[in-house]
């Protein structure tokens, strides 16, 4: 059987749902829970990453500094993950995090711009930890563009390389397309799938990944994530066994954390709700529903029409504040009509 690296940033992607208020007893023990079950990489932080706790995308409940150490304390088996966007967190962030012994680091970048990660990947190669690009929003690049910008990744220094379905776009064989022209492109370099469910698909992508060549995928407690949520880990884990695959997690321990996380980290586990499926098929990141919906409040604008909108003016994570000049126009224009 094939083994599997499962990456679990429930408590990084999570955040999002909860507008970036995890707090340090929640990190501690769900830190735990995934540590009993022997999930081999948990990655912590506020959901854009390290430096991102901001006005503009949220304020965290507590610093990077303070979720690292928690949670590093809290992993005895388990790997320490972080995430970071270049231009919200600087190699600062990546040194502090290091000397919190933080060993898997993952830069994230638009699909096409994998330039910006060169300089981050460079750093974390010299200082001699596990050092992965994430190509985001990889719906809006062909299989061709993202097998050539996952290539240069490595050679910047990527340990691993892969591919965010940012928005729940994907369908299996838009995955194996994908991950399967990457695989070519980099040969033995580890390939990685971060799946979200906007349209029920992430579990079947992930396999669709799997089955194309990837070697990590990422999966949430319950999909813990924005919107519809991400990859359903504790249902990934058995299909994958199902399937041919082995990722050495106990399934009893693995179910019980995702019990503690329904419990302890969410109001209520993501559901695929309406907003989740327009977003999906506009192929507009999920993390923009609460802000599209604040905005949308009392203009009379539909948020579906402000998201379709979104979708043809290729917005990507980051590029909140073009919600706003797209409800006012959609506004104007109910105003004149």
């Known amino acids: 059987m094939k ?43 506020h959901g854009n990453g390290l430096g991102a706790s901001s006005l503009q995308v949220g304020q965290a409940a507590v610093s990077d500094d303070e979720m690292l150490s928690t949670v590093r304390e809290a992993l005895g088996h388990s790997r320490l993950g972080v995430f970071m966007l270049p231009g919200w967190g600087t190699s600062a962030d990546l040194r502090r995090a290091i000397g919190h012994g933080a060993e898997v680091f ?62 729940g776009h994907f369908l299996p064989a838009d995955v194996s397309a994908r991950i399967g022209a990457i695989v070519e492109a980099v040969g033995t370099v580890p390939v990685v799938f971060h799946g979200h469910d906007n349209l029920g698909m992430a579990v079947a992508n992930s396999v669709a990944a799997a089955d194309a060549g990837a070697g990590i995928l990422d999966g949430c407690a319950r999909g813990f994530g924005a919107g519809a949520g991400n990859t359903q880990l504790e249902v990934l884990v058995p299909v994958l066994e199902r399937s041919g695959y082995t990722t050495g997690i106990d399934l009893y321990a693995l179910l019980d954390a995702a019990d503690l996380a ?47 909108e979104l979708g043809r003016r290729q917005a990507i994570a980051g590029q909140e504040d073009l919600i706003v000049d797209v409800v006012a126009e959609l506004s104007s224009r109910a105003t004149d009509s």
Not at 12 to 38: E, I, K, S
Not at 114 to 133: I, K, M, P, S, Y
């Open 3 to 45: 083994r599997l690296v499962i990456h679990d940033p429930t408590l990084r992607d999570g955040q999002h749902a909860v507008r970036h208020g995890l707090g340090l007893t929640a990190l501690r023990r769900y830190a735990q829970a995934a540590d009993a079950a022997r999930i081999p990489v948990v990655e912590v932080g």
């Open 262 to 308: 329904e419990r302890e980290l969410m109001p209520a586990p993501p559901v695929t709700g309406s907003m989740s499926i327009v977003s999906g098929l506009a192929g507009v990141f999920s993390g923009f529903k609460h802000r599209v919906v604040e905005l949308c409040a009392g203009t009379g604008v539909d948020p579906r029409d402000v998201f379709f």
């Open 106 to 167: 993952r830069i994230g970048v638009h699909a096409t711009e994998v330039t910006l990660a060169e300089r981050h990947l460079g750093f974390l190669r010299d200082a001699g930890v596990e050092a992965q690009c994430m190509l985001m929003m990889s719906h809006m690049a062909s299989p061709e563009v993202l097998a050539e910008q996952a290539a240069r990744a490595v050679g910047y220094g990527a340990q691993a390389v892969g591919i965010m379905d940012s928005a």
